[in-house]
């Protein structure tokens, strides 16, 4: 059973003008889709064919170099595509709301942090937002295609936001301007989803 690439849940210029419609359509149909032939091409024919994503990251240190890079390209963006929505933004509340105000003080000084974590990670990366194995809201990032599900991975746990640093996510627009992408992206998250996510995380 091969892993498919999953349709981008709106259109290619839904996010504009925050994420730009030439961006999303070479970001979903080029770059994830090649991540996606690329994991489907270092799992065939061998016993990973098998396995779901989730249990190759879990031991992705002993596994080909090929399926850590690619399945995680696969998986990321899978999650970065339902993290944002058109006319997203805003603030959490409830729970995700009071968690995010007891781990980071306020919803702004989590902006902050998150924004810092995404604008420092050096190359190639991604930021996260995670509930650790102690139900802890934490913040952190990877390099390249690495996530918080990997064996290999610093900050581990249950990915409930993730942002893509990668120069592909944002070049056309802004260039080596990083900063004004990730502020641009608070414009369109998707605040149900990763609401549902910290839900699922905590219980
Ligand atoms: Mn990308």
Not at 53 to 66: G, M, T
Not at 164 to 177: C, G, I, R, S, T
């Amino acid at each position: 059973m091969a892993f498919e690439l999953p349709q981008l849940p709106y259109a290619y210029n839904a996010l504009e003008p925050y994420i730009d419609a030439q961006t999303m359509e070479i970001h979903h149909s080029k770059h994830h889709a090649a991540y996606t032939n690329n994991l489907n091409a270092a799992v065939k024919g061998t016993e990973n064919e098998s396995k779901t994503i989730e249990d190759l990251f879990v031991n992705v240190s002993k596994l080909p170099v090929a399926i850590r890079n690619n399945g995680g390209g696969f998986y990321n963006h899978d999650l970065f595509w339902k993290f944002m929505k058109p006319n997203g933004g805003g603030q959490p509340t409830g729970d995700l709301l009071e968690a995010i105000n007891k781990y980071f003080g306020s919803f702004d000084k989590f902006k902050e942090t998150f924004s810092g974590s995404a604008t420092t990670r050096f190359g190639s990366g991604w930021a996260w937002l995670v509930v650790n194995n102690k139900k802890e809201l934490i913040i952190g990032s990877t390099p390249n295609q690495d996530n918080p599900l990997m064996d290999v991975s610093d900050i581990k746990g249950n990915p409930i936001l993730a942002l893509d640093v990668w120069e592909h996510a944002y070049y056309l627009k802004y260039q080596n301007k990083r900063p004004d992408y990730i502020a641009a992206f608070w414009n369109v998250l998707n605040w149900d989803e990763i609401t549902r996510r910290f839900k699922l995380a905590i219980h």
